[in-house]
C-alpha cells in the first residue's frame, strides 16, 4: 500500500469527509483531504530534510493523510478511533505487519491531549499537523460570527516550516495580523501544541522553535 493508493482510497476519503462535515457543523476549521494532504506532505519534508529513509518517509505520508479519518467517529478519541479504522483499511492491503502498527500507532498518538511522540513517523506526524495554520483553514462565514480558532487562523498570513540539516533544528515560521489575533489568543490555543511539537522533535533529535512576524517567541 503506497501514499498515492491511499490518496484514491474511497474508504479513506469517504471517512475523512463525513469527518470534516461533522467537525464544520460543530464549528471546527477544516479537516479535509486539504489539510491531510498538506500534513502528508510536510510530514515527509521534515523527515526528508533530516535524512530519514524513504520508506520512513513514505509511512510518514500515509499517516498524514489518514490521521483525522477517526471525526468520522467522534471528535472524542478521534485519534484512537481513526487508528482503529487505519488498522481495519491497512489489513486489506500488502503491508507489513510491523509498517501497519507503526502507521496506527502514529495515528493514535497525534492528539496533544492523550499523545506524543514514539517514533520518528509520530513525531513528523505531529509536527506537520500541529503546524497547520493558515487563514485557508477557516471556513467561509461573516467574520463577525468567528470564535478564537477561526481568528487565530485567519491572522496567519503566512506560515512554513523550515529544517536547518546542520544544527538540527526545525523553524515554524508565522506572519501573523495583530489586528486579527492576539499573540495571547494565539498562545491560549497553540500552547499546548507547540509544546507538542517541542518534543517531537526531541524524538527527532532536533530543535523547534517559532517564529511571529520574525521574532523568535519559543
Known sequence: MTYEEIKKNE??????????DNLGVLGFTDHSQAHTAFVAERAAYILEELGYDEHEIELAKIAGFMHDIGNAVNRKNH???GALLANDILQKSDMSLEDRVTVM????NHDESTGGAKDAVSAALIIADKTDVRRSRVRPQDRSNFDIHDRVNYAV????ITVDKEKKI???NLSVDENI?????YFDIFLA????????AEILDAGFKLRVNGDKVL
Open 170 to 172: 526545525i523553524v515554524l
Open 157 to 160: 498570513t503566512k506560515s512554513d
Open 193 to 200: 501544541r507547540m509544546m507538542m511539537c517541542r518534543g517531537a
Open 105 to 108: 500507532s502514529a495515528i493514535g
Open 79 to 81: 485519534a484512537e478511533y
Open 181 to 185: 489575533c492576539s499573540m495571547y489568543e
Open 11 to 20: 474508504e479513506v476519503n469517504a471517512y475523512i469527509k463525513r469527518g470534516n
